[in-house]
């Protein structure tokens, strides 16, 4: 069982489209982190969301953490060729203090 | 500033003989270490974590191993390769309390194929 869900798992849109992208779960986590990774390479920090219904933007990028801190989303606006990646979201979980991810989402953007 | 190095980027092995691969940090202290193993384009399972030196913690039991012999070098390993082992390795590092400390950040990873 996947303690972070994230869909869609795969999306390939046009360039200038938005798009959005969850990550859901039925545990609640202590702070929960974005990351985005291109091919052949480790991922890297996009953002950290800590407080229940925070929004970060970062340029074209708006993450938020849910209300019970147990989703999160990540919407991108005009989307770019050069936004394409894998973008993996990670729950930190509340007691343990173990970091989670979820299985990650696969974005193409077709110029 | 900090950086993490991890070698070799690619490697091709039979099944049966050994690896190591090596990961080492530069510009920061006691780091906590991990090594996370990626399926095609998916996301990451760890793998082992230390949190200083000689200390390992197992999360998945396999054909795996893994050492710390320095504060800063963090090493995985195997005495005979299957081809299930095949995949991305990626070592990290964070600062604080372990896993929910900060956020990791990761080496440019090893694409192991098992033949």
């Known amino acids: 069982t996947q303690l972070l869900e994230q869909s869609p798992q795969f999306l390939s849109i046009q360039e200038g489209e938005n798009l959005t992208v969850y990550c859901n779960s039925s545990?609640?986590?202590?702070?929960l982190q974005w990351y985005r990774q291109e091919p052949g390479e480790g991922p890297v920090l996009l953002v950290t969301?800590?407080?229940?219904?925070e929004v970060k933007k970062l340029k074209r990028l708006t993450f938020q953490f849910g209300d019970a801190r147990k989703d999160s989303s990540l919407h991108i606006t005009a989307a770019q060729p050069g936004d394409t990646g894998l973008y993996l979201c990670?729950?930190?979980?509340?007691?343990?203090?173990?970091?989670?991810f979820g299985q990650g989402t696969r974005l193409t953007i077709n110029p | 500033s900090q950086t993490i190095h991890q070698w070799p980027a690619t490697l091709v092995q039979p099944v049966g003989s050994p690896l190591s691969l090596e990961c080492t940090v530069e510009?920061?202290?006691?780091?906590?270490l991990y090594w996370y193993r990626q399926a095609a384009g998916r996301g990451l399972q760890l793998l082992f974590y230390?949190?200083?030196?000689?200390?390992i913690s197992s999360e998945v039991p396999q054909n795996l191993s893994a050492s710390r012999p320095q504060d800063r070098q963090f090493i995985l390993s195997s005495k005979k390769l299957l081809l299930s082992d095949s995949g991305f390795y990626l070592c990290?590092?964070?600062?604080?309390?372990?896993?929910?400390?900060?956020?990791?950040?990761f080496g440019n990873g090893t694409r192991l194929t098992v033949t």
């Open positions: 510009g920061t202290s006691n780091p906590n």
């Open positions: 969301v800590v407080t229940g219904g």
């Open positions: 990670a729950g930190v979980t509340q007691g343990a203090q173990k970091l989670v």
């Open positions: 230390s949190v200083g030196i000689g200390q």
């Open positions: 545990s609640v986590f202590s702070s």
């Open positions: 990290a590092w964070n600062r604080g309390a372990g896993q929910g400390g900060s956020p990791l950040h």
